[in-house]
């Protein structure tokens, strides 16, 4: 709009020749609920903007979320190049299918899937929709089995911990099956093998498993369920496939903890998500679901798209999407290697498992994620005379973002303050953050103990 002549000969003068912020549009309100009669140069309208981003916080401090706030500049450049580009237009841009194919080869790999298996999947928007897909897939055999025998088919169930994401709630409640929600107890945050060989029949669809808890870091016992499964299928015929939602897990364990079994090895895991821009280590969104066989998903599910030119199966919730975090997953892959998100890993393993031991010394948290598993630290606070929300709000004044939030029931009694250690969280943030936790603890012991000496005050007169 700006380039040609005609548009610059209508500017107005200000506009050509005053500096951004000297032009009119900085004195005037910018239209935030009507779309605005005219336009403003480019300029403006960016500078605009930018600065009203600079109210959101800084992702460098953001311990709350698991998501990516970092990656190299290459992946940057590619992530750039691929913008234009619709995922879905896939005859016109084959070579971003052929690449989402081997990021589902190596996951597959990297899940153990056996040699017998022929494994597929498809990429998402994050591992929400990969858990919808998923479940979908589970509903749907459950149904053709429920039918082939003649049952009835209209009362579905699925069974998981009340340890799980939002979004399996969201699946129940969306997609009509029943949820068989297992309560934490007071004082362990993840469910058993027991408690789900309890609720599970022959409606279930699917049981739910979590490597890696959105409240504690936590892992809930993929191999006992599975073991549980497994019997239930013999002595009942019950044939439950397990789901297990490796948000952030399935990209740590595979690294940290090779030797543990809570994937593809397990019989009865039939499918898994992984959130591409959690530990995937990619900016969001990008998440993928793999599932050990194509037979654990129904063919009927998948369509075939041909109005693109071509033919292809496309098995998603919505249709358009960008390329671009794709091609970012696989440029970390063949960037870092197996050795390269190793030794992430661990970096981020180190510098959690420091920062628990720092804060547990202080006397003044109880750790509840003990053994530090996942990079993070989630606490609660030991007889102190302020809450975990006034330490969360007050570590926000030095611009930390670090959340405090209630567990699930029957632990909703339980206020925790969570920090996720990310690959950019150097010793040194860690330092630095622990000095202002002790700060502010010793701020709000202050100001307490002021209320106090007042209130004693004030009954003296
Ligand atoms: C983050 C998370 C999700 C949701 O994943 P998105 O990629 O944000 O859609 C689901 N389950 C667990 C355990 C998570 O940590």
Same mark, same amino acid.
């Given at each position: 709009?700006?380039?040609?002549?005609?548009? !610059?000969?209508?500017?107005?003068?200000?506009?050509?020749?005053?500096?951004?912020?000297?032009?009119?549009?900085?004195?005037? %309100?910018?239209?935030?609920?009507?779309?605005?009669?005219?336009?403003?140069?480019?300029?403006?309208?960016?500078?605009?903007? &930018?600065?009203?981003?600079?109210?959101?916080?800084?992702?460098?401090?953001?311990?709350?979320?698991?998501?990516?706030?970092?990656?190299?500049?290459?992946?940057?450049?590619?992530?750039?190049?691929?913008?234009?580009?619709?995922?879905?237009?896939?005859?016109?841009?084959?070579?971003?299918?052929?690449?989402?194919?081997?990021?589902?080869?190596?996951?597959?790999?990297? /899940?153990?899937?056996?040699?017998?298996?022929?494994?597929?999947?498809?990429?998402?928007? %994050?591992?929400?929709?990969?858990?919808?897909?998923?479940?979908?897939? &589970?509903?749907?055999?459950?149904?053709?089995?429920?039918?082939?025998?003649?049952?009835?088919?209209?009362?579905?169930?699925?069974?998981?911990?009340?340890?799980?994401?939002?979004?399996?709630?969201? /699946?129940? !409640?969306?997609?009509?099956?029943?949820?068989?929600?297992?309560?934490?107890?007071?004082?362990?945050?993840?469910?058993?093998?027991?408690?789900?060989?309890?609720?599970?029949?022959?409606?279930? @669809?699917?049981?739910?498993?979590?490597?890696?808890?959105?409240?504690?870091?936590?892992?809930?016992?993929?191999?006992?369920?599975?073991?549980?499964?497994?019997?239930?299928?013999?002595?009942?015929?019950?044939? @439950?496939?397990? &789901?297990?939602?490796?948000?952030?897990? %399935?990209?740590?364990?595979? /690294?940290?903890?090779?030797?543990?079994?809570?994937?593809?090895?397990?019989?009865?895991?039939?499918?898994?998500?992984?959130?591409?821009?959690?530990?995937?280590?990619?900016?969001?969104?990008?998440?993928?679901?793999?599932?050990?066989?194509?037979?654990?998903?129904?063919?009927?599910?998948?369509?075939?798209?041909?109005?693109?030119?071509?033919?292809?199966?496309?098995?998603?919730?919505?249709?358009?999407?960008?390329?671009?975090?794709?091609?970012?997953?696989?440029?970390?892959?063949?960037?870092?290697?197996?050795?390269?998100?190793?030794?992430?890993?661990?970096?981020?393993?180190?510098?959690?498992?420091?920062?628990?031991?720092?804060?547990?010394?202080?006397?003044?948290?109880?750790?509840?994620?003990?053994?530090?598993?996942?990079?993070?630290?989630?606490?609660?606070?030991?007889?102190?005379?302020?809450?975990?929300?006034?330490?969360?709000?007050?570590?926000?004044?030095?611009?930390?973002?670090?959340?405090?939030?209630?567990?699930?029931?029957?632990?909703?009694?339980?206020?925790?303050?969570?920090?996720?250690?990310?690959?950019?969280?150097?010793?040194?943030?860690?330092?630095?953050?622990?000095?202002?936790?002790?700060?502010?603890?010793?701020?709000?012991?202050?100001? /307490?103990?002021?209320?106090?000496?007042?209130?004693?005050?004030?009954? !003296?007169?």
């Amino acid at each position: 709009m700006l380039s040609n002549k005609k548009n !610059l000969d209508k500017m107005k003068k200000e506009d050509k020749e005053t500096t951004i912020y000297g032009s009119r549009y900085f004195a005037k %309100g910018i239209s935030k609920y009507v779309m605005p009669d005219e336009g403003m140069p480019a300029r403006a309208a960016y500078q605009l903007i &930018h600065d009203e981003m600079n109210l959101d916080g800084n992702p460098a401090l953001n311990l709350a979320s698991f998501v990516t706030t970092w990656m190299e500049p290459e992946a940057e450049q590619l992530i750039n190049e691929s913008l234009d580009k619709n995922f879905v237009d896939n005859d016109e841009y084959p070579q971003t299918e052929v690449i989402q194919s081997r990021i589902i080869n190596m996951l597959a790999r990297l /899940f153990n899937a056996p040699e017998d298996c022929e494994s597929v999947g498809t990429g998402t928007i %994050g591992s929400s929709e990969a858990i919808m897909l998923a479940l979908l897939a &589970h509903k749907w055999t459950w149904k053709k089995r429920r039918q082939a025998e003649g049952k009835p088919y209209d009362k579905p169930n699925i069974v998981m911990g009340a340890d799980v994401h939002t979004v399996w709630e969201k /699946f129940a !409640l969306y997609f009509d099956v029943e949820l068989k929600l297992i309560p934490l107890k007071e004082d362990i945050y993840v469910i058993s093998a027991e408690d789900v060989a309890a609720e599970v029949d022959e409606n279930t @669809i699917a049981v739910g498993a979590v490597v890696g808890t959105t409240f504690t870091g936590q892992m809930d016992p993929v191999k006992e369920i599975n073991d549980a499964l497994l019997k239930i299928k013999e002595e009942k015929g019950w044939d @439950i496939p397990m &789901h297990v939602d490796g948000a952030s897990g %399935g990209f740590i364990v595979p /690294f940290l903890y090779p030797d543990m079994e809570w994937d593809f090895r397990l019989e009865q895991v039939r499918s898994i998500n992984v959130s591409g821009h959690k530990y995937g280590l990619v900016y969001p969104g990008i998440g993928w679901l793999v599932f050990k066989d194509k037979t654990d998903i129904p063919e009927e599910l998948v369509f075939d798209i041909n109005y693109l030119g071509g033919s292809m199966p496309n098995y998603s919730l919505n249709f358009s999407k960008g390329s671009s975090t794709i091609i970012a997953q696989y440029y970390n892959f063949i960037r870092l290697g197996y050795d390269g998100y190793k030794s992430i890993m661990e970096n981020m393993s180190e510098n959690a498992k420091y920062l628990s031991k720092k804060l547990k010394e202080t006397g003044k948290f109880e750790i509840i994620n003990k053994n530090t598993t996942f990079p993070l630290v989630a606490l609660t606070l030991k007889n102190s005379n302020f809450t975990t929300y006034q330490l969360s709000d007050k570590l926000r004044e030095r611009g930390w973002i670090i959340p405090a939030y209630t567990l699930p029931p029957n632990a909703e009694d339980v206020t925790v303050l969570r920090m996720v250690i990310k690959e950019t969280f150097s010793r040194d943030m860690v330092n630095m953050l622990f000095d202002d936790i002790m700060n502010v603890c010793e701020k709000l012991e202050e100001s /307490f103990e002021e209320e106090h000496r007042k209130e004693d005050h004030s009954l !003296l007169y």
